[in-house]
Every structure is written in structure tokens, then in C-alpha cells.
């Protein structure tokens, strides 16, 4: 197909709208947690950005996106990005050098999120090659869904990435939780988050930058685009109404901070579905989104006391595992004949996400589990008590975020 | 000469610092902090837990005054600062041996 | 028409733009607010970005632009967004659900913009219930003037909303300033902004998310985007201008928040002529709103002293019934044969113009007195003196902005 | 040409994307300053964009891009944008009106990026008026390059302005650091940034601005416009990189504030050659520019203990100089038939680029000095030595940032 | 009375809070202070240079107690105060010549 | 032992800081305080309107020195200190009963 310069407009537009999102998560991250660790957050964050453009450019875009190898991986065809330029990428209107750029921000966006798990105690050295690592073990999730692998020969669908980037960063920001440890001072008064205004900041940018992330992924700018697009924004909006519901009735007093939260959760729901489901079936997906959020945040950390610092596992993960799952039961058809258990399509849609998510969660799981056991073991993936008790901005970077 | 030290609810310090302008001493050194004692703290929420704050913001107020001014003094606080709820703070008064102004080098009662 | 790809790129982002509205209000407020009731501001602005969504797809969009009811209101054919899919709006070349989506934006943008005028002293309950009926509220305006009703038949013409969003939000926002009382403290120091860097990030983002606002409003890519965005952005400078040099010559000092708030003045001026009038008349009504926006706030606050805390009814009011006006001035006919008075079009359009404006007012206004009314006898509109002083964050949502 | 509603599309959101540099910039510099320095700032830069603006449409425009008068500069013909409407801009598919809102964020910009240099010791009234007579200064680099004059006939190319805006804004920064002088404190503990949060929110907003500097400089939705995103994300990520390596191996502990500000020379570096070169050519770049600026900070601030505040000569200057040259080594004819060394288009590119580079240099710098140097001699440059202690805020404009 | 005033490591706050309120003092005020002394201040970097931190935070305690209390309310706070490295900080004694409850305006020992 | 405690102009501590640890007192303990006085406040405007802030920032110097030390620390204070001008701030000078180094148990002059 030849180049069409509205879609390439929009795509373009999109690559810098999932962009923004690293300092969304940036912002939201730092703006929750303590003052002396932000720093180290945002540095972390903005090792997702350029470490994995450096590492996706050279061979994590072609293990995704080359030529299929038996359904595991792309072949070596795109290394360095050799043959992709400003022509059309196949089957689509956009440049292959576009096509790259936004699956590049996917990546950096997945790993980033794993930024708030392991927020305030983990060395930057570690986090370092961690995010070296990951790039590997992203291309999975992404051959196999997006890149023509088995998985999506099974017929698993995923929009956006409810499976591909909330799974994946959801699993491993539990697993790294646990490998970690609780932080110092776990479960006691004093791990509020030091600037809400900046939170938000990051909470704003983030529903912002969805639309670019759900929106773009219709590599067009067309009518699916705009459901994806609507369907984002109404996620957000029932997922945030649900966690605001639920906080006024426990604490009788609504939380922005969760409201916040939960309008996250609605978007990693929809995310799996944005293109394939109508804007009430966002809502709905996003009013249960929020709902599962809350619930899994009393589970994982009140009741099994896992300190995934900024809950990214019950924002991210546990959404992205009912927003596959919600394509099976929401899709109405309207996209590529995806037909859900409502409209009419039977089970087998359903199940065939089930199975998508639970592989996608094992293998990420599996591998993150390894590069952070062998971290540990190399005694470089937590500071010392002192080092952990002055903050890491200043035990790891010697900055100091504010004079 | 003596130092009355007040520490007071935050939203009273306006009026504390009228009335002592108003018996003669608008010199007076303000200090944020944070107090514990028989109040209790504010009830708090932080992603989805309920928790209490017990350290709680206050005003310390420093004011040196002639010896004979003591009296007057705390009561010219005590009285602005009341709100009769707990947490309504303390006055300590200490001594002090000397004061000098910086400006002038002035030393004694002549500084304060 | 069928979708164009370009138009539909364009209309993309510069909903993503009129969101991002959202986040600059609410932190252009938050920063000139006290650091009590920053999460309180924060959440109202987000209460808009979600409660609007979720009432708007439902039932606010088929009020304004449903099949015309005798001028008034439109009817419930798109209620719950039926028949609003990916296909093309009628008379636009982009898909129905982005002008839905659009249009919403719009609607959380112009109660977004109230919480300026309450701020630090109207319960969340208050606000919230508020939201919900301003949604239908705001139908009226829109759909006359944009929905084919009365006064848009009467030849009332409003770009992207000076009498629609600005008229509206600036009258709702005098009568709740009213209904509410003043500020303990009110008129004393103390009252300033607690980060201006907030406050500045906030006016930075108004400005930049008002290309989407006002471009966006072609609803296509092409001059008249071009022009409308060049005039949004000449307003603001103009506006701006304006506001500095008064400040510098009354104070001998120039200020920074009254140059922002000459920015969005001038703004909320052109928005209603952005695609009628040349880049040169835009500077020229940027600078009559900044000084009537200085003038108003002197009137406002310092002779009849209601307390409309961030000056909703100056920078926003005002400037949107000189900006309805305006067109009826300045319009030089490029734009579908609107002329005003100095290119020869005699007094016709400035007339409707003032009638359109009165009219929103008029309406505006007193709904909102009835609904704040009724809020006020119930006996939830304002908190109590020590929550107050304490400050909403805590009173309201248990939540400080600051640890 | 006829106007492409794809490419007016981009470039629509390109000119907001170069808007928001500006935000980006006063961010940046107001979070690495003090807080008793941060109204100033915020305030400079506000100037730069509504100051230019004005100044810009009514000349400054119509000199870079009117008719071209021996070389040197544009003339009168678009004097009050006249002639200047909603048809295609010769030679491009998108409005007039489009074409100058795109320039004139440029020229906003680079002015704007000269604050760092002057921070903390420039009388407001001083800057107003270098504002003003830079946008004639700026006039002429943009018409020697850009506006078909003599350096463009001899060759001279530069994409989206490592010359005319990065050595123009690096060269400006060093003569006006030299005029001012040091702040008082210069070279001791006492200067650090006051909040790295918000200088990071500036970072990631330029980062994400450029996306719409280079790319929408292709003035074009396409591949080019393609390459140039590419390309940007990748000098920024291997700028960082490098800078950050320095201070990894010098102190032992990553610098957060230089991965910034490698990011950024990264950026400045390849805008030159963003749609000539390959983004692994572009990884290249950003690498030696980051070096480049680490070295050039010893230079400058150690050696020659230049007070250029925020290091505008080193981040800009030097890697605007490197990234005009390295059009002429890894130009690889995939644009316009430039090719360089390295693509065996011999030294004739190199040679060029140099003497462009050369020529800017040495006017910019006389201009600069000439108008720095007669408000120097009126005794308006700088403050007294009591309002630079309080902090210009307070001094000049009578405003606290923080309560 | 007596006031006893203990400039800590901000980390120890919470131990030594529990310790005063385990003798039954309950009433406290904490005041963000810093500190230079032997302590090596911390080393930074800013743009490339590195520098140090002469000013360390610490955290000023103040409770005013009873003149037989004063010797268990210093061993208190220093037993939970202490790490063993430079910087632990330091305990004063300060008369107290007076104290007022601002709810209810008792006076002397009955305020405390 | 005596506490002398400063109130100056924060542009000053850096010279104080230095004159105190020449004359063999580098202890000392920093706290920032808005202070009121005979000094006028700084014009401000906000949203048009100018208004006046009553509460200038100061910094509090605080250390305790042997009784022999306390003329020539004060001295050293005031000379550092003064700028000559309305605003330059006051030295008390209070009575120490005791001092304990918390890290080793030190107590009385050893402490200081
Ligand atoms: N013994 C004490 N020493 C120092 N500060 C005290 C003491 N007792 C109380 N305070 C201060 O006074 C404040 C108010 O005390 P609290 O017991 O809450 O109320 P009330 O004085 O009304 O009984 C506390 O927050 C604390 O700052
Ligand atoms: N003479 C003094 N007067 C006031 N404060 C002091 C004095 N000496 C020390 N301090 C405070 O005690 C803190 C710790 O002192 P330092 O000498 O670093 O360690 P240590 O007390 O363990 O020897 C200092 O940071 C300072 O705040
Ligand atoms: N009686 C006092 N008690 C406590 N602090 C005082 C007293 N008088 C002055 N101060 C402090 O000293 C500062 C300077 O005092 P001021 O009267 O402005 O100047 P000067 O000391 O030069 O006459 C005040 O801001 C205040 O913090």
C-alpha cells in the first residue's frame, strides 16, 4: 500500500503520545512515593527511554517484528533496522521507520511501568541491566501476539496490549516485588507519596498519552481509531468512577490518588479491546476494572503483604488479564470478525484469551524471575539498610531532588 | 529578661502576633513545627488504607520580653490562642541572660 | 462525505489537545490556590474529566446534537451513542464517535473551568451533584448555537465557543462565587498561590491544549485550522501583552500570573471568532481582553467584592461576551459570509451576536443560581469553618497534597 | 501545490509540539536554578513567546521568508502577514498560515533557550528589550538558511536548525554570559537546582517537543518526517547515554540532571541532519555530542570559569556546531542529494557546513554583543547586588513562587 | 522543669517518640533542623561537578519535663538516638521557669 | 555553658558559620524561621493587588559554648552578622544546665 499522509500524521502523533507517557508514569510514580527517592525514579524512568531505544534499535525490533521463526521469535532480517526506511511498512500506509518508532515507545512504556513495583529499594546498576534484559524478554509477548507468532495464530487478538505491555509489566512487577522485599518501614505511616500535584501531573499525562497509545495502534486515522480513542477515555472514566465509589463508601471521603488509579486500571482493561468493543462495553469493562483494582490491592498487599510499592500489578496486571478476557466476552465484531461471547461468537474467543494471558504471564513471570534471581545473587539488586534509609537520590546518584 | 516560647495552633498565629504588636512587642521569631501530645491526629487515606498522622502541624512563637512583661505576655497568648479544643499547645518561659542587636551591638534590655 | 484521513488525524489530537485543557486548569489553579486544597481543586477538575464522560456518552451528546426539538433541545437518538459509530458525522469528513468525542471534551473543559471560582470552600458533594446537572445544563448553549437550535437559525455564529464554553463557565462561575460567600480570610494576605511553577505549567498547557480547542474546531486540516490556531496563538500573546504592561505601570513590577491570565483572556475572546477574523484583528482583540480582564478583576474583587477566587468571570467571562461581540466587528468574510462592522458588514451580526450572548447568559445564569439554589437550602454547599480552615484536602478527601 | 489535509494535519500538531519546547525550556531552567530565581525564569520565556510573537508576525517573519533581497535578507512583501492566508505556502502542501505559525515557534524557541545562560542576574526590563532585537538578529540565519539566502545558494543545509537555532541560541548564551558576568556565589555549593521534578518535566516536554521540531520540519507527513522522529529519539537516547557513562565512570554515581542534559545536545546535535542521515548515523551523533557537551562544561564553567548558568553554550552551541558538521560526514543522499564523507560524497558538504556554522557564529556573537553591550552601558543589564540576593522574584517582579 | 532538647538523626525520630512516650511523655515537639559539627557532610554532584553538603538535616526534639524526670528522659533519648557513628547529636538541659496549658490556662507542673 | 542563639539574615550564615568554626565552634544547629520586627515587609502583588508580607525568612543559629566562649562567640556573631540595616536580627544568650553527646554518652563541657 502507498503512504497515506493523514494516517502517517496521526501515527506520528501517536509515537509521541505513547512517548509522553514515560513521564506519566515518571510523574506519577515520583509525585507517590517519598521525597528522597525521586531522583531515582525518574532516572529509572528515563532509562526506559533511552537504554531500550538504543537496545530496540539494534536487535529487540527484529526479534519482534522480523520474519517469523517458527512462531518464537522474529528472524535477524531488521537488525540494526537494516531494510526499514520511509516506505509503507507491509500491510499498512505508514513508513516502516514509523511503524518501528511506535512499537519502540511500547516497549519503553512496558518496562517502565515495572519502575513502580520496585520503586525506593532497588540499585540503579541492577535496574540497568534489568532494562537490558527485559528488552529480550518483551520481544516474546510481542512476536507472539503482534508479530505473527503462534499465539496470534491461535487467534488470540490484542489491541492495544492489555496482554503484550500490562500482563508483561504487571507479572514482572510482582515477581520483582517479591524478589525485592518489602521496603523498610512497610505497612507503617510514612510511605505517602511527598507531591500529589505532581502525581497527577502524571496521572493526567498518562490518560493523554493513552489516547496515542489505544488510538494509534489502529496504525490509521480512521474510524477505529475513534473507538479506540472514545473507548480509552470512557474506560478511564468508569474505572476512575469505580475506585472513587469505593473509597467514599469505605473511608466515607473520596481519594483523588486512587480516582487516579483507578481511571489507569480502566485504561490497561480496554486497552486488549479498544478497537474491537463498543464505548458502553468500555464502560463497563472499566466500572470492573476499577472495581478489581481495589480488590486486588487488599489482597496483594493487606493480605498476602507484598510491597509492590505503587501497586503496579493490581493496576496494570490484573486489569490486563480482564481486558483480554473482556475481548472475549465484549467484541462485537465491528474489527476483524472478532466475536465475542455477547454478540454471539461462542466461547472459543474467550478461551482462547484465557490461554494467551496465562502463557504471557508464565513465560514473563519465568524469565523475570531469572535475571532477578541471578541479580540477587550477585548481591546487586538492594542497597544497604543506610543507603535504602537516606534515599537512594542521594545513595545512588548523589542528587538531591529538592534544595 | 525572659523568653516566652508559645506553641500554638497554626490559624491562631495571626491573631497572637496582633495582640503582642498590641502590649509592645513586635519582635517575635516564628517557627514551623510538628507536636504530639494528648490531641489526636488527623485521620488519613493512602491507597485504599486508612492511617493517622500523629505529628500535627503547629506554630512556635519566641518572644523575649522584659521580666516584668512576663505575665502579660503569656496572657496576651494564652488567651488569643485558645480555641478550648485539645491541642490548643503550651507556654514555657525561660530565662535569659543576655540579648544583643545585631545592628547596633546594643546589649541588655536596650535590645530587646 | 466519506472519512478523510487527514481531517480525522487532525480532529485526533486536538481532542487529545481540548483534554489536555483539563490537566492545565486544574494546575493552573491548583498552584494559585493554597497548598490546603490542592488534592480538592485537583479532584474536581478530574470529578469533570470522568463524571462528564460517563453522563455525556449517556445522555449529554444527543441533548445537543441530537435531531432538533423545536430549536431547544436535541432529540434522544443518540442516546447511550447509538448510531454514532466510525462512520462519517454528517456534513464532516471525520467519524461520528470522534465528533462525539470532541464535543465532550468541550463539555468537561467548561465545568472544568468553574472550580476556579469555588475553590477552597464548596463541599465535594456539592461539586459533584453540580457536575451531574451542568451536563444538561450546558445542552442548552450548545445546542442553539451548535446544534442547529434557535440561535444558531437567528445567525448567532461562535467559533469554537466564546459564548458557548466561555459565556457559560464565566456566568456559572460569578453566581456560584456568589452563592457560596467569600473565603475566611478573604481580601487579607494570605490567600496567595502556593507554586507558581504549578500554576505556570498549567497556563503553558491552556495554551498549547487551545490550538487543539480552537484549530480543532474546523474540524478538518486545512486554512481555517491554520488560521484559527495563529489567531489563538496571537491572542494569547496580545492578551498577555496587555496584562504585563498594566501590572508593570501600575506596580512598577510586571507579573508573571496576571501575563498567564491575560494569555487565556485573550484567548477566551478569540475562540469565538478564531476562524472569521485575520491574525491582525486577533491581536487586536487579545489586547481589549486583557485590559477588560484587568479591569474586571478590579471591579469584581475590589469594588463589589465577591470572592470569584481565580477570576473565572474576568479572564473568562468577560472576554467571551468581548470575543461573541467581536465577530460581529471584525469578521472580514473569509469564513462562510460571516461579515462584521469594519469589513462592511453593517451592525446585523454584531446585533445577533450581543442577543446570543445575553440569551447564554441570561440561561446560564439562572440555572445555575436554581441548581446552587437548592444545594445551598440542603445545607451541603459549603463546609463547615474548622474544615475550612483545615482545608478541603483534609476535610474532604483525607488526602494532603504535600508530605 | 494543493493543500494535503495529512500534511497540514502534522504540521498543525508540529507547531503546537514546538510550542510546548517553550514550556519545556522554563522548565527545565526554573527547576536547576533556585527557587528565589523561578518567577524570573518562568517569566522570560513566557516574554520569549509572546514577545516574539507579536514582533514576528508584524516583521520578523517577512525578513527571514519575503522575497529574497541579495542573500541577506527577506523583504517587506509579508510585512503584517499580509499576503500570508489560509492557501498552500509555494512549494509545500500546507497553508501560508501554517508555514509562518511553524517558523515563528522556532524563533520563539531559540531566544527562549538563551534564558539559561542569563539566569539569575538579568534586569527583566534588559531582557525585554534583548527579546525584542533578537528577532531581527534571528531574522538573518534564518534567511541565509532557510529563506534562500547566500549560505543556502552556497549549499549550506540544515534541516531543522543545529545552525539557526542551536549555534544561533549557543553563541548568543556565551556573549551573554560574558556581558553579565558571574553570579554572586559563582563556583561554590549554593547554586543547585532547587526542584529536579520539574526540571525533569522540562527535559521529557523538550524530548518530546523536538518529535515536532525535526519531524515537522519535513513539512510533511512521509517518510522524511519519519526518518527525523527516528532519528531525534535516537541522538536523545544516546546522548544521555554518553553523559551519563561520564558520570557513572567519574564519580562513581549516574547523574540524572546530565542525562538530561545529554539527552538534549544529543537532540541539538542531529536537527541539523535529521532527515539527511540514518538513525544509526543519529546514535553516532548523539553519542559524540554528549561527549562533546560533558567536555565542554569543564571547558567553560571549570577552565575558563564562564558563568553560563545553565550551560546553553555547551548543551546547544558545541553539539549545534558538531550536528552541522556531521551533516557533511553522514549525509547519505537519501534527502535531497546531500551526501557526505562517509557516503563518499567527498569534503565539498563538510567544508560548506563549516563555513555556514562559521559565519552564523560571528554574526549572532557581534549582533549579541552590540545589544548586550549598549544596555550595559545604560546600566539596566544586571541587578544590584541586594535584589540578586533576595532573587530576581521578588525583585523585579514582585512575585514568590512558593508561598 | 526542665526542657530537654536533643538535635537526632531524622531516621531515629520514630524510636526515640516511642521511648519518651513509654516514661510518659507523651507531649513532644519536632522541629526539621540542620546540623554541622565532626559529621562529614554528604557528597553531591551538580552538572558535573562534584561538591559537598556542609548542613546535615537532623531533627531538634523538645520536651519540657518534670526536674526529676530529667535524668531518665535523657538516657531515654540517647539510648534510642544512638548509632555509633559521627553525627548521633547532642541532648542540652535548659531551665524551665514556667509552663502554661493554653486550653486551660493551668500553670507550672500541672501544664506539662 | 551557654546557648547563644542568633536570628539573622539567611545571606549571612554562610560568614557566621565561618567566624564560629574559626573561633573552635563548628557545632551548630540551623533552623529556618520567619522572623517580625521593626524591619518592614516585602511588597508583593498578587493577581493586582499589592500587599505586604509581614513575616520576613530568617535563619536561627544555635550553639552552645563554654561560659568563657560566650563574649567572644556573640561577638563573633554580631560582627559576621551585621549589615547595618533594620532587619539584622538579635542574640540571646540563654543558661545551659547540662549537655550529653548522644553517641558516646558524654556529658557537661566534654559534650560541647
Ligand atoms: N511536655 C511538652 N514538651 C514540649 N512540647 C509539648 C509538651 N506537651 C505538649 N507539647 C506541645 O503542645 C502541643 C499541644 O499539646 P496537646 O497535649 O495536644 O494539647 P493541650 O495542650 O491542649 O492539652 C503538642 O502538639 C506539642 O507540640
Ligand atoms: N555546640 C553545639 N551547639 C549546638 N548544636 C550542636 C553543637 N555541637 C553539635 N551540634 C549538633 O549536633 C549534630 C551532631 O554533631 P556531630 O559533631 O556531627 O556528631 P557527634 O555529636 O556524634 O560528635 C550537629 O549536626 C549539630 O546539629
Ligand atoms: N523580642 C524579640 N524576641 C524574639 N525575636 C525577636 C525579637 N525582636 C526581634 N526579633 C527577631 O529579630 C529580627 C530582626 O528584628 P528587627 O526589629 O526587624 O531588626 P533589628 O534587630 O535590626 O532592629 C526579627 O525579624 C525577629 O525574628
Avoid at chain 1, 537488525?79 to 516506505?87: A, I, K, P, S
Avoid at chain 1, 500506509?93 to 512496558?110: C, D, K, N, R, S
Avoid at chain 1, 496486571?317 to 455477547?342: E, K, Q, Y
Wanted: aromatic share 10%; net charge positive; with cysteine.
Amino acid at each position: 500500500m502507498p503512504i497515506n499522509a493523514g494516517d502517517t500524521a496521526w501515527v506520528l502523533v501517536a509515537t509521541g503520545l505513547v512517548f509522553l507517557m514515560l513521564p506519566g508514569v515518571a510523574f506519577l510514580e515520583a509525585g507517590f512515593l517519598r521525597a528522597k527517592n525521586v531522583v531515582s525514579t525518574m532516572m529509572q524512568v528515563f532509562t526506559a527511554a533511552f537504554l531500550v531505544s538504543i537496545i530496540y534499535i539494534i536487535i529487540g525490533f527484529t526479534l519482534s517484528f522480523g520474519p517469523d521463526q517458527g512462531g518464537i521469535l522474529g528472524g535477524l532480517s531488521f537488525l540494526g533496522l537494516r531494510d526499514v526506511d520511509g516506505n509503507a511498512w507491509a500491510g499498512t500506509t505508514i513508513p516502516g521507520l514509523l511503524y518501528f518508532a511506535f512499537q519502540l515507545m511500547f516497549a519503553a512504556v512496558t518496562v517502565a511501568l515495572v519502575t513502580g513495583a520496585i520503586a525506593e529499594r532497588m540499585r540503579y546498576l541492577s535496574f540497568f541491566i534489568f532494562v537490558a534484559v527485559f528488552v529480550f524478554i518483551y520481544a516474546f509477548p510481542a512476536h507472539w501476539v503482534w508479530g505473527g507468532g503462534w499465539l496470534a495464530r491461535l487467534g488470540v487478538v490484542d489491541f492495544a496490549g492489555s496482554i503484550v505491555v500490562h500482563i508483561t509489566a504487571g507479572v514482572a512487577s510482582i515477581v520483582a516485588a517479591l524478589m525485592l522485599g518489602r521496603r523498610i518501614g512497610f505497612g507503617q505511616p510514612g510511605l505517602e507519596g511527598h507531591n500529589l500535584s505532581l502525581g497527577a501531573l502524571g496521572g493526567f499525562l498518562l490518560w493523554f498519552g493513552w489516547f496515542g497509545f489505544n488510538g494509534g495502534s489502529a496504525l490509521a486515522a480512521n474510524g477505529v481509531a475513534a473507538t479506540a480513542l472514545v473507548n480509552t477515555n470512557m474506560a478511564a472514566a468508569s474505572g476512575a468512577f469505580a475506585a472513587i465509589m469505593m473509597t467514599w463508601s469505605r473511608f466515607g471521603k473520596p481519594s483523588l490518588v486512587m480516582g487516579i488509579n483507578g481511571s489507569l486500571a480502566g485504561m490497561a482493561a480496554v486497552t486488549g479491546g479498544a478497537g474491537y468493543v463498543s464505548p458502553i462495553s468500555a464502560l463497563v469493562i472499566g466500572v470492573v476494572a476499577g472495581l478489581l483494582m481495589v480488590l486486588g490491592m487488599r489482597l496483594v498487599k493487606g493480605k498476602l503483604g507484598v510491597d509492590d510499592a505503587l501497586d503496579v500489578s493490581c493496576i496494570h496486571g490484573i486489569p490486563g488479564i480482564w481486558g483480554a478476557l473482556a475481548v472475549g466476552l465484549f467484541a462485537d465484531g465491528r474489527l476483524g470478525n472478532v466475536t465475542g461471547l455477547f454478540a454471539g461468537g461462542g466461547l472459543r474467543q474467550l478461551a482462547v484469551q484465557g490461554v494467551g494471558s496465562l502463557v504471557v504471564l508464565a513465560l514473563v513471570g519465568g524469565l523475570s524471575f531469572a535475571v532477578l534471581f541471578a541479580l540477587k545473587r550477585a548481591g546487586v539488586l538492594r542497597p544497604n539498610t543506610a543507603d535504602e534509609l537516606v534515599g537512594l537520590d542521594i545513595a545512588d546518584h548523589r542528587e538531591k531532588a529538592y534544595a | 529578661m525572659k523568653k516566652i516560647e508559645a506553641i500554638i495552633r497554626p490559624d491562631k498565629l495571626a491573631r497572637v502576633k496582633a495582640a503582642l504588636e498590641e502590649i509592645g512587642y513586635p519582635g517575635i521569631t516564628i517557627t514551623d513545627v510538628k507536636g504530639h501530645g494528648k490531641q489526636r491526629g488527623i485521620l488519613q487515606q493512602w491507597r485504599g488504607q486508612a492511617y493517622r498522622i500523629d505529628f500535627l502541624n503547629k506554630v512556635k512563637i519566641e518572644v523575649v520580653v522584659l521580666d516584668e512583661d512576663e505575665d502579660k505576655t503569656v496572657t496576651a497568648i494564652v488567651r488569643n490562642a485558645r480555641s478550648g479544643e485539645i491541642g490548643d499547645g503550651k507556654v514555657f518561659v525561660y530565662p535569659v541572660e543576655n540579648a544583643v542587636r545585631v545592628r547596633t551591638g546594643e546589649a541588655g534590655v536596650n535590645a530587646i
